[in-house]
């Protein structure tokens, strides 16, 4: 069975940082594209990163382009999104997906997805 476990979700205030992780199990994601999504309370589910398997190319929304830095080490089936100078407009579900076989963009192109973890910034 394919889990994706995201952590690191918390209650920050604006200008502080937080590190999501999220450990796969059950597959070996390492040769796959893996992404972070996110949805805000009433909102839909919009696209934040995404890394390649070998970490040679990285994607952004622009929203959070300058702030947000994805990697992933695949010798842990671990994709990490390290979150820089967090806004109270970043307040959302994160969540991570696998396995992308369309655009990297789009959530329909991900087999995998995670429970989600809470990020929560205030003002």
């Known amino acids: 069975q394919v889990q994706l476990a995201e952590s690191g979700g918390g209650l920050v205030q604006a200008g502080d940082s937080l590190r999501l992780s999220c450990v796969a199990s059950?597959?070996?994601?390492?040769?796959?594209?893996m992404g972070w999504f996110r949805q805000a309370l009433g909102k839909e589910r919009e696209f934040v990163s995404t890394?390649?398997?070998?970490?040679?190319?990285?994607f952004y929304s622009d929203s959070v382009k300058g702030r947000f830095t994805i990697s992933r080490d695949n010798a842990k089936n671990t994709l990490y999104l390290q979150m820089d100078n967090l806004k109270p407009e970043d307040t959302a579900v994160y969540f991570c997906?696998?396995?992308?076989?369309?655009?990297?963009?789009?959530?329909?192109?991900?087999?995998?997805w995670g429970q989600g973890t809470q990020v929560t910034v205030s003002s």
């Open positions: 059950g597959r070996n994601f390492s040769s796959a594209t």
């Open positions: 997906a696998g396995l992308v076989t369309g655009a990297y963009y789009e959530e329909d192109s991900y087999r995998y």
């Open positions: 890394i390649t398997w070998s970490s040679s190319k990285t």
